[in-house]
């Protein structure tokens, strides 16, 4: 396994918190989070928290990102964020295509794809999110459904960038994807990366699985050889419960 793979632990709060909220998190989660820690930790907190977010983690090694961006560097583009608004705030990483941003707002494998590349242009790592439905996955369609996402999603080649497994059936709903499942698909997106970006870019391709993620299972998926880290959202809101899933994923908490 490439040394370019190490755990990358990521919490989306998606549209949850208020500022207080916030600045207790950032606090609760640095107390005591040790400076040799073996992961790599990112925040991200809906736009308007960004700011509380990065005087919160300041001077820390937790990163921060936004959830979306807009595929245009500017413009008149009312209600959205460019890369580079997220980058004058700090921000290292940016979600891509998350399935509810394609649930809800129709983004279109392409756009993420674009989006990707934006990210990139201002210096921004995208996380890019795919995933298969529960009605693709008992079609059979899983691995089409992937793969469909991931070619449009990497076109312009948005290196280097994470890649986000999350099955929308896992999603909030309490039911993970069992350690095998979700290595046996991490293993067919890492076979898929090196056809598409090449043996050296798909062994460095850190491979998050993201679906009800909670301290109790974590230790069980982070040990498959495929899976290097996690998108976790519910359990993600509270910073003793994220810890928790820090912790299992390596030394150092
Ligand atoms: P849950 O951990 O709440 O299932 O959410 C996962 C997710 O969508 C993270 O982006």
């Known amino acids: 396994m490439s040394e370019s793979r190490r755990p990358l632990i990521a919490a989306n709060w998606k549209m949850h918190h208020l500022r207080q909220d916030a600045s207790r998190y950032c606090r609760e989660l640095l107390r005591g989070f040790p400076p040799e820690i073996a992961a790599d930790v990112v925040i991200f907190p809906s736009f308007t928290l960004l700011v509380t977010v990065a005087e919160g983690l ?7 990102g936004g959830q979306d961006l807009h595929t245009e560097p500017k413009g008149a583009f009312t209600g959205d964020i460019s890369g580079e608004q997220l980058a004058d705030l700090g921000c290292s990483w940016v979600l891509c295509g998350h399935s509810e941003r394609r649930r809800d707002h129709g983004e279109s494998d392409e756009a993420v794809g674009r989006k990707a590349a934006t990210a990139r242009h201002f210096g921004l790592k995208p996380m890019i999110c ?19 996402q991931f070619r449009a999603a990497v076109a ?70 495929d899976i290097d880290g996690f998108l976790v959202g519910g359990a993600g809101l509270d910073p003793g419960s994220f810890s928790g899933i820090i912790g299992s994923s390596g030394p150092g908490l």
């Open 156 to 225: 312009q080649r948005p290196e280097p960038f994470a890649l986000a497994y999350e099955p929308v059936w896992a999603i909030g709903t309490g039911e993970t994807a069992t350690p095998e499942m979700a290595q046996s698909t991490h293993a067919f997106l890492r076979t898929l990366a090196a056809r598409v970006l090449g043996e050296t870019a798909s062994d460095g391709l850190r491979i998050l699985y993201g679906g009800s993620v909670k301290p109790a299972n974590a230790a069980s998926l982070i040990v498959q050889k």
């Open 130 to 148: 795919i995933g298969e439905t529960a009605e693709e996955r008992r079609a059979g369609a899983t691995q089409e459904v992937l793969e469909r």
């Open 58 to 64: 300041a001077g820390s090694s937790v990163a921060w």
